[in-house]
């Protein structure tokens, strides 16, 4: 009888070993702020990088937008669009011109740009206007190269 005794012990041993050694389901704990960033990055657009250029270039005389100004402007868009910031264009000109010529020819520039912005979609009243005329020049050499460098509307 004992050896009875011994052997059911030996087998319920031997049972409790092999029940406690089964793999188990591994619970993995993920922390509230992962999985509510997830949720956020798929339910929320990604809002546009601020664009690398902010400036756009004019013709000597001109305040029309060419191709390369519209691509421009267009990023800028709808980097405003998507972030409600405020922004006031700078409209500068080159040297060549009277001052209050150049002023009103600033003006024109900026008021195209400023036009441009609203008919994208962008609303009035995030947009600004000044002009510099030719009292702001990011190249004070004279030549062509550089003037064109001052025929220009910055936005800020």
Known sequence: MKSNIKL??????AASMLFA?????????TSGSESSA????????????KPAEMSVYFAF?????????QATLDAIAEWLK??????????????????????ALGQRRADSVRDYLIAHGVPAGQIGTVS??????????????CWAQNRRADIK
């Open 61 to 69: 005389d001109s305040s029309e937008l060419d191709a390369s100004a």
């Open 82 to 103: 998507a972030t409600g910031t405020n922004v006031t264009v700078e409209g500068n000109c080159d040297e060549r011109g009277s001052r209050e010529y150049n002023l």
């Open 8 to 13: 059911a012990l030996v087998s319920l041993a």
């Open 38 to 49: 997830a949720v956020s990055a798929v339910s929320e657009p990604a809002t546009p990088a």
């Open 132 to 145: 510099y005329g030719e009292e702001r020049p990011v190249c004070t050499s004279h030549g062509e190269a």
């Open 21 to 29: 050694g089964c793999a188990k389901k591994e619970v993995v704990e």
